[in-house]
């Protein structure tokens, strides 16, 4: 789900057997497994050596709340639920379009941006969730000859657009690209801090700043 390349970080929040991590390592990803119980540590660093893995994946045993995850361009989880919204402030702090992708358990509210089943599979455990860390747009921005006010809920936007006359938005984030409708035309930008830059239908350019 996460399309993870020779290019990416993987990083798994409670490793276990180093099942995950050794997989990510066999694509050429470098990956990192966190795990709480030593024991388990031992364990995965054995079998990553079996798999002669071991220059790409590695294990650490950390606690995740003291853990940085800031080098992550894919993180994996199969944590319980309460652990998953604990994290949460911290994976929507991490760099817009970070990949995140949770075995069974979801993240509240925040839906994911892609789900999951595998039928053939024998176990509860057959659903994985995916999702993307959006830009954080939410406020009051300049917008060409006005103000766009976006209201932000995790990945979905919404707000006003002020040109002269105000108009609904309804859009979403996928990472740092944002797409958005209003007063019936479209608009696709990139988030980059505090600037957006964009087109609207019709090939005309936009940009925002705050």
């Known amino acids: 789900m996460a399309k993870v390349t020779s290019s990416d970080y993987v990083m798994d929040l409670g490793s276990g057997d180093g099942g995950i991590v050794i997989a990510a390592a066999r694509r050429g990803a470098t990956a990192l497994g966190i795990e709480y119980n030593p024991d388990m540590v031992a364990y995965a660093r054995q079998a ?3 798999a002669g893995v071991t220059a790409k994946a ?3 045993k950390a606690d995740l709340f003291e853990t940085d995850f800031s080098k992550a361009t894919v993180i994996t989880m199969f944590l319980l639920p309460e652990i998953n919204l604990k994290l949460r402030p911290k994976i929507l702090d991490l760099k817009p379009g970070t990949r995140i992708v949770s075995n069974s358990f979801d993240m ?3 839906k994911p941006d892609q789900t999951t089943e595998l039928p053939d599979i024998a176990s509860a455990w057959d659903t994985a969730y995916l999702w ?3 830009a954080k747009v939410d406020g009051i921005w300049s917008f060409d000859k006005g103000t766009i006010n976006f209201n932000q809920e ?3 936007i919404t707000g006003k657009l002020n040109l002269g006359q105000e108009v609904d938005i309804s859009g979403s984030l996928n990472g740092n690209t944002i797409t958005f409708t209003a007063g019936g035309r479209n608009y696709t930008g990139t988030v980059n ?5 964009g087109t609207h239908d019709g090939g005309g350019a936009w940009r925002a700043a705050r």
């Open 48 to 50: 990553a050596d079996k």
């Open 58 to 60: 590695s294990f650490e």
């Open 108 to 110: 509240g509210d925040w």
């Open 132 to 134: 993307i860390v959006p």
């Open 154 to 156: 995790f990945q979905e």
């Open 193 to 197: 801090g505090n600037a957006i830059i």
